[in-house]
């Protein structure tokens, strides 16, 4: 009979074990993943070991759920089941488990982040209860622009300069990986480039480089879009700011999990974006079972 418990944090070897038999094996082109990489998805994402709850059986891990933790919000952070053991509902225990669990502990609110290409993920929230609330998309520059400005034009920013100017707009739907929070704990690894009036950030990008990895990500973006003459204002300023940030050398330019409220998709593409995998953000509310 397979066991469960939640687990705490002298247990996690054994939940880097899990994921890499249990979800890990699911995507063969990841690389498996160490405790040191579990360790810093604690510091970056705040991954919390008592939100991760594990399934075994003969002493062999067989499901595993991850989640990370916010004052507001529970991201399940990964969820999988060994291939032995799958259409058992090893899944579904551990998603009503988390969701009972935060129903007495909060937060109020659990979010995943689904890919849309993994068959069968949406299908497993939406049956414990999980709603689709909103779309996010990796996108990938074809190829370098042609820089239209001249890197002394432009200003370094951070993200605190960003907060303190009033430019960060945290009203916008991010994912997990794009939250200020998030970055807020990689900002030793964040560089920033801005356009800026005498009064205020006309637009702005934030971006890290992750060599082993082979790309630069853009983590941020802001400028003045919402409508059709604001968005032609943005085309213009983004060509700039991109151009300059696209120089990357031999890595591959990325914004991966931006949300259209971030910036339009099709801002995006006009730039030579090409848009790859999308995402369903899925929400429930554990509390409301108690009512």
Known sequence: MPAYRFCRTDDIPFLADALNACYAVHFPDHKLLSIADFK?????????????MAAWEDGKPIAVVTGAKREHETLVHRIGVHPDFQRRGHAQHLLESLSHKLSVLGPEK?????????????????????????TYADFVLAGPLSPSAELS??????????QRSGAWDSSVLRSWERAFATLQNRKDQLEGLAISSDTRVLAYALFRDIPELGRREIVALGGPTGDQQADANAR????RLIGVVSQSGNLRVMIPKISCEEIPWTLLESMGFERQRTYTRYVEFPGSRMH
Do not use: H, K
């Not at 998805?41 to 991760?52: D, M, P, T």
């Not at 979010?111 to 909103?134: C, K, N, P």
């Not at 213009?236 to 060509?239: H, I, P, R, S």
């Open 153 to 162: 034009e432009l200003a370094q920013i951070g993200l605190d300069d960003l």
């Open 110 to 134: 659990i979010v995943a982040e689904v890919s849309d290409d993994q068959i069968g993920a949406g299908d497993l929230f939406e049956s414990v209860g999980y709603r689709a609330e909103g």
């Open 40 to 52: 810093t998805e604690i510091r970056e994402l705040n991954v919390w070991a008592s939100s991760c």
């Open 236 to 239: 213009g300023l983004f060509d």
